[in-house]
T-cell receptor
Framework: GAVVSQHPSRVICKSGTSVKIECRSL??????MFWYRQFPKQSLMLMAT?????????EQGVEKDKFLINHASLTLSTLTVTSAHPEDSSFYIC???????????????FGQGTRLTVV | AQSVTQLGSHVSVSEGALVLLRCNYS??????LFWYVQYPNQGLQLLLK??????LVKGINGFEAEFKKSETSFHLTKPSAHMSDAAEYFC???????????????FGKGTHLIIQP
């Protein structure tokens, strides 16, 4: 299957600072990327959907000014957690899909995830 | 709105025994259904999916699942458990008719599979 690379895999930051997480599709063009958040021993919750070249669509309850998403190219999306606080500590996972082939459905491939710890 | 219910947050089976992980869904339109496996501190790996066609789908590592529309279920099975199957398993649903499949997935809460030696 296609490869989605997420970086960094782990990051520790101080409260009040910002952290950027990158999600790259290595061997396909990701017209759509998704960002999920996973709390310990819980399921993944969709945070936002981004399409290349347009603004991200955020799920209800997700602060768009706090979780900045940029999908500037067909192979890269970034999630920036601004002014991070301890409650933002979580496992963040991206997935990417090439929805430009005209098919009704195409598979989304997941990155390895980023463990964010805010101290 | 879609939702996924996974019965049992933890399932424990003996090595060599049958694995059965339950998943029920609700969807207003015919769904696409998925099972993913997650190992600690890693992303998700697709085990299998149902989109259209045959309702019994086979995936990787000997797993299979059957889509039963009348029961709104998509249970995951494996005839003989192996120690390496110990992981977290997530059932997920996608709306087939929204934006050409561009929606993100709705996940169940996950089932932790424990394999007893």
């Amino acid at each position: 299957g296609a490869v989605v690379s997420q970086h960094p895999s782990r990051v520790i930051c101080k409260s009040g600072t910002s952290v950027k997480i990158e999600c790259r599709s290595l061997d396909f063009q990701a017209t759509t990327m998704f960002w999920y958040r996973q709390f310990p021993k819980q399921s993944l919750m969709l945070m936002a959907t981004s399409n290349e070249g347009s603004k991200a669509t955020y799920e209800q309850g997700v602060e768009k000014d706090k979780f900045l998403i940029n999908h500037a190219s067909l192979t890269l999306s970034t999630l920036t957690v601004t002014s991070a606080h301890p409650e933002d500590s979580s496992f963040y996972i991206c997935s990417a899909r090439d929805a430009g082939q005209g098919a009704l459905w195409t598979e989304a491939f997941f990155g390895q995830g980023t463990r964010l710890t805010v101290v | 709105a879609q939702s996924v219910t996974q019965l049992g947050s933890h399932v424990s089976v003996s090595e060599g025994a049958l694995v059965l992980l339950r998943c029920n869904y609700s969807s207003s339109v015919p769904p696409y259904l998925f099972w993913y496996v997650q190992y600690p501190n890693q992303g998700l790996q697709l085990l299998l999916k149902y989109t259209t066609g045959a309702t019994l789908v086979k995936g990787i590592n000997g797993f299979e699942a059957e889509f039963k529309k009348s029961e709104t279920s998509f249970h995951l099975t494996k005839p003989s458990a192996h120690m390496s199957d110990a992981a977290e398993y997530f059932c997920a649903v996608s709306d087939t008719y929204s934006g050409g499949g561009a929606d993100g997935l709705t996940f169940g809460k996950g089932t932790h599979l424990i394999i007893q030696p």
